[in-house]
């Protein structure tokens, strides 16, 4: 057994990514971060809905 961080390979850059900012409206929103995990794509509630409905 070792006694790694699972931590210890992630980057600074990552972390700057990973925070509740939308692409499209550049609001932060709580449901950015879970469209990021469910879809990959960081976009808000109101943004995914818009993009799902009118998808160009």
């Known amino acids: ?3 790694k961080d699972p931590f210890e ?3 600074e ?3 700057r990514d990973f925070n ?3 692409d499209e ?3 932060e929103d709580e449901s950015v971060s879970q469209n990021l995990i469910l879809t990959g ?3 808000c509630k109101s943004c995914r809905t818009s993009k799902t409905i009118f998808p160009i």
């Open 41 to 43: 794509f960081k976009l």
């Open 13 to 15: 850059e990552d972390l």
């Open 1 to 3: 057994m070792t006694n």
């Open 9 to 11: 390979n992630i980057k």
């Open 25 to 27: 409206c550049k609001k």
């Open 20 to 22: 509740n900012k939308c």
